[in-house]
Each structure stands twice: as C-alpha cells, then as structure tokens.
C-alpha cells in the first residue's frame, strides 16, 4: 500500500513556528476526516490534530491556539500550522486518517522530526 508522505521538520528554537505537510496516497476528497498524530520515544502515538471534509477542526487540548490544522483536497495535502513551539512539542509527526475515522494500519509513513530546543 502507498503511504502518507510527511515533510517540513526541523530543529529550532522555543517560541518558533513551522509549518508540516502531508501528501496522502488516497484521494481527499472522498476520505473523509483527516488527523496529525505525534509520537516520542517509548510512548505511544497520539492524536494532535483532526480535520473533517467540511473543516471542522478538533485539537489535543496543549496544542489549541497554538497549532493549526487545515486541508488541500485538490492536491491531496494536510497541514499542520504551528506556532509558539514548545520543547514538549518535540516528537515525530504523523498523518494519516483519525478523529472520526479510523487511522489506515498500512499507510503509516515515516514521519517528519521536529525538535524544539534552545
């Protein structure tokens, strides 16, 4: 199965911002509700962000008014916006379908990094 395709990690600073992206294998349009998820090591992956066909939004409650989530159903993309990163916010980012659907067990993919520290 063709995986989802994060990118736009980096290593930066407390209070910086930065801006992932998404590529997904299968087609937005018809795919219903679309999620981030982040996961450290030696815990489990968790849900960040979700958003549904019609853009309604759902936020883990450390990230709200920090992060933001959005979609491009054109070019099969999700994004996650965010700002005022902390150092807890360090962690591998993944998408793949969530909140009101069910995550595709075969279409994890590798995650894009991102490390907040000063």
């Known amino acids: 199965q063709e995986k989802f395709v994060e990118s736009g990690g980096d290593l930066l600073q407390p209070g910086g911002s930065l801006r992932l992206s998404c590529v997904a294998p299968?087609?937005?349009?018809?795919?219903?509700?679309m999620a981030w998820y982040r996961q450290t090591a030696g815990k489990q992956r968790e849900f960040v962000a979700g958003i549904t066909y019609m853009n309604t939004v759902k936020y883990e409650d450390s990230v709200k008014g920090r992060f933001t989530i959005s979609r491009d159903n054109g070019k099969n993309t999700v994004y996650l916006q965010m700002n005022s990163l902390k150092p807890e916010d360090t962690a591998v980012y993944y998408c793949?379908?969530?909140?009101?659907?069910?995550?595709?067990?075969?279409?994890w993919g590798q995650g894009t990094q991102v490390t907040v520290s000063s």
């Open positions: 793949n379908k969530g909140w009101l659907a069910a995550p595709e067990a075969d279409r």
């Open positions: 299968i087609s937005l349009s018809s795919s219903g509700t």
